[in-house]
């Protein structure tokens, strides 16, 4: 009798336990060429990297960084610092909280990206390399040493998982191939940042400050960019500066303190944005800044529905809408078919009323259906919205939106005696059309997340989190699933109302086709609910800075055509294969996506 023994199973790839980089770089020759790279990106943005102003932004100046060289300089610094930090310099280790070699590569790959966007771009545009000066040469070398650099610094391999000796060619490749890319995971990955020590309360609202300060200089700096160029190389180095940051552990460090003054935060971030306007030495970007509150303030209503209630609504837009056409009938607006002419406030009560009414009136008879059923009687009512206000035109129907020309020649709010339509001057600083638009939104937008805020606390605001959660438990622990779906319907449409009330005295006209399911131009469903998803459902910053982003960025990208829809949908699809809870995820959310993240000690009555 004979004994068959089982070949082992090998791994083929590097054994357990091994720390070696992603390239074959000694990590101490790999450290200093990350150090040395960024210090040499910062001094070659004092060079110039072209020899005609033909290009945006005028590099051919020496000793003075312009346009692209700026954001390169910036993400050099950024590369220099934590290199010098992961060499345990004294002074630079409150940098590094969560540990250096992460943040190192994501700042790298931002001075990389950065600076060969720009070249690449240099070089199409002017007809090739020769229109280089040596100061382009130069960043691309130093940035491409810093890159090679950081990837030659320690990576905890994780345990590859065995094969079978018998597996075919293909089967090998897709083994080694996971294993490699779980590999490059963990080389970007961090530790959880160390506890921060409590500080005085002077100091950590300082820091608070500080914080705010620097955000709004972000905002305002990517929103004023003036040319295309110059808008996407800031949305490589911001995007890839802010992890770098996040895996130092900076920002978990940060969420430790505002975690401590909330309301001091809340409070200093509407602070924050009402200096915008006097940032801007015109209109032109206020026009922007309004809009995107007026985005903001309707996905944040949204996300009460969606992020609390998880009640998937593909026709929230049409509640806007609703808002917008009340408000504008009774503003003495002549295309209206009311000869009414309410002062702000009635205006505000009717828009949000008439929102209210009709989020009940849908909610009824539909939210007793879940899931994909609701979403698809949803996006009906959406549809039958603007298509009900495209034939009111007295042919079609009664004459009571005007059709598809709509209702037209809003006048501007008039709050009393503040006339919104004209400028006004307040301590040497002049406050266009929009920029008073803005603060009332400003104020708007403090409403509604005070309204989430303590709905979100309340009694109801925890029976919404069960029935997202498991709405047959919720039932079955004794609540009202039904009423309280309604009321999150009701409460969602009318701040959605509220929002539409002022974009109707904005526009100046409210049409059929600015309520749309999908299109280029926001808001409609499809980009409130990217929104929502995008920043992070359930969390207040979350769709507030979804929204921006999704309104800023095809307002920038204008030039991409027909293609900006391809770029928002790649860019989606990126975003939920990597980051599915969102950008500002609460704590829940993240333990649901991410089965490795630390548990966290206490959860909140929504998770956060």
Known sequence: MTTQTTAPKNTGAPAAGDTSGLIGIPANLGRALATGGGVLTVVSTFLAWTWTAEFPGDLTVYGYPGGLQVLVLVAGALTALLGLASYDVKGLRWLVPAGADAALRFAALAAFATAWYTVVAISAQLGGVVNLEPGGYLVAAATLIALLGSLALPVQRPEPDPFDPDDTGWERFKHNSSHNWQTVKAAFAADSPRPLRTLPSYAEILIIVAVLAVGLFVFTYGIGTEYDELFVGFLITAGFGFAALNKSGLIGQVSQITARHQNITVCGAFVAAACFPFTQSDDQYATIGVYILIFATVALGLNIVVGLAGLLDLGYVAFLGVGAYAASMVSGSPSSPFD????????????????????????????RLRGDYLAIVTLGFGEIFRITANNLDGTSGPDVTNGSNGISSIPDLDILGFDLGISHDFGGFTIGRFANYFFLMLVITAVVVLVFRRSGDSRIGRAWVAIREDETAALAMGINGFRVKLIAFAVGASLAGLAGTVQAHVT????????????????????????????????????LIGASLLFLIPNKLQFLDDYQLFAFGLALVLLMRFRPEGLIANRRRKLEFHEEAEAPTVLSKTGA
């Open 508 to 543: 100046y006209t409210v049409t059929p086709e600015q309520y749309l399911f999908a299109g280029t131009t926001p808001p409609n469903s499809a980009f409130l609910l990217a929104a929502v998803v995008l920043g992070g459902m359930g969390t207040i910053a979350g769709p």
């Open 340 to 367: 009414l002419h309410l002062p702000f406030w009635g205006a505000v009560l009717v828009g949000a009323a008439a929102s209210l009414i009709f989020g009940v009136l849908i909610g009824a008879p539909t939210l």
